[in-house]
């Protein structure tokens, strides 16, 4: 059996104050190959949380600053030690419609949700 050592610090970003509800799920291509799958959540304070699984690791982020129509960026935390850059889109009622994420070793890609 292999075993996968995960690190609290992003998957405390992700769930740490998040509600049941205001979960959204998504898939697309990472430029690395394959599909990259991902999830953002509204947390009980108002930011979102962001999970995106890529070939190299878990990466996370937290978005504080929603708005119609807007977009913020963030750095992301990964498991593997890699990290990257993820860009949130919101949609005209101010929610997350998309997440495009890249990264040295973790590739790069849109995911819709």
């Known amino acids: 059996m292999k075993l996968i ?5 992003p998957v405390a970003l992700l769930l740490g104050g998040c509600e ?3 979960t959204s799920v998504g898939t ?13 959540r509204l ?5 979102y949380a962001l999970g995106v ?8 982020a ?4 929603p708005r119609p129509n807007g977009t913020e960026l963030q750095q992301l935390a990964c498991t593997s030690g890699a990290g990257g850059n993820a860009t ?8 997350p419609v998309s997440a495009t994420y890249g990264g040295l070793q973790i590739g790069s890609g849109t995911i819709t949700f």
């Open 5 to 9: 050592k995960i690190s609290a610090l």
């Open 20 to 22: 049941s509800d205001g």
């Open 28 to 40: 697309g291509a990472n430029s690395t190959g394959g599909t990259t799958s991902g999830t953002i």
């Open 43 to 47: 947390r009980d304070d108002g930011n």
């Open 53 to 60: 699984s890529t070939t190299g690791g878990f990466c996370s």
């Open 62 to 65: 937290v978005y504080r600053a």
């Open 88 to 95: 949130v889109r919101y949609g005209s009622d101010g929610t």
